[in-house]
């Protein structure tokens, strides 16, 4: 587990420094981005009490994904070594059971987020919990989503050039399809994932 979290680390700061290389003195307000993907991801849970609503698990593992990258992100800028860091996220993750409430947990998280404009693991382990989302999961689908976050810049998403429509489906669809097929332990595991998506992408874009 501490590998793996490590490797998140890495290519979190990977993914900042492609965007910004001076990333860390930017003043990046990760706490904004968090809230807004809760507000996103309490959608697709639901909660209009005026129609029937079901939530749609594969969004909100997605949305809470998104989240992760934040929160890791900000870690990164209040944690000046990686060592206690690693193994504080070690074991905080697995430990976290579920809530009462996953619209409540998630609001008491956002809550904290906007008060302290921070990022509290604990209560995002929570929520976690809450979806069902284990470490190795989690794991699978960051990597995953770091990967497609490179491939994004690679072909135009700063410029705007880059559609995420992809012979009439979203990038992210093609993303889980493509991570389910391969081998999360294996060394390459991240460059299978941009080779694989490189793949499709020129069978439906060109």
Same mark, same amino acid.
């Given at each position: ?17 492609? !965007? ?64 206690? +860091?690693?193994?504080? +996220?070690?074991? !905080? ?8 409430? /996953?619209?409540?947990?998630?609001? !008491? ?9 921070? /990022?509290?693991?604990?209560? /995002? ?9 284990? /470490? ?11 990967? +497609? ?58």
């Amino acid at each position: 587990m501490q590998q793996r979290i490590r490797i998140m680390l890495e290519m979190q700061d990977a993914m900042n420094t492609r !965007v910004h290389p001076d990333w860390r003195t930017q003043g990046f307000e990760w706490y904004r981005a968090i809230w807004v993907e809760c507000a996103e991801l309490l959608d697709h849970y639901g909660w209009k009490w005026w129609k029937k609503q079901d939530p749609d698990v594969e969004q909100i593992k997605l949305e809470l994904v998104d989240i992760w990258h934040f929160g890791l992100s900000h870690l990164l800028l209040s944690n000046e070594g990686q060592t206690g +860091l690693v193994e504080y +996220l070690a074991a !905080v993750l697995p430990a976290a059971a579920c809530g009462k409430d /996953f619209r409540v947990d998630l609001e !008491v998280f956002a809550l904290d987020t906007l008060s302290s404009h921070g /990022f509290d693991t604990e209560k /995002f382990a929570v929520l976690l919990a809450d979806a069902e989302l284990d /470490f190795d999961e989690l794991y699978e689908r960051y990597v995953g989503k770091n990967v +497609l976050n490179f491939f994004r810049q690679d072909h135009g998403y700063q410029d705007g050039s880059y559609s995420k429509i992809w012979g009439g489906r979203e990038d992210n669809e093609h993303l889980v399809e493509l991570v389910a097929e391969l081998n999360s332990t294996a060394q390459h595991f991240q460059d299978d994932i941009y080779t694989a998506l490189a793949e499709r992408y020129r069978a439906l874009v060109g």
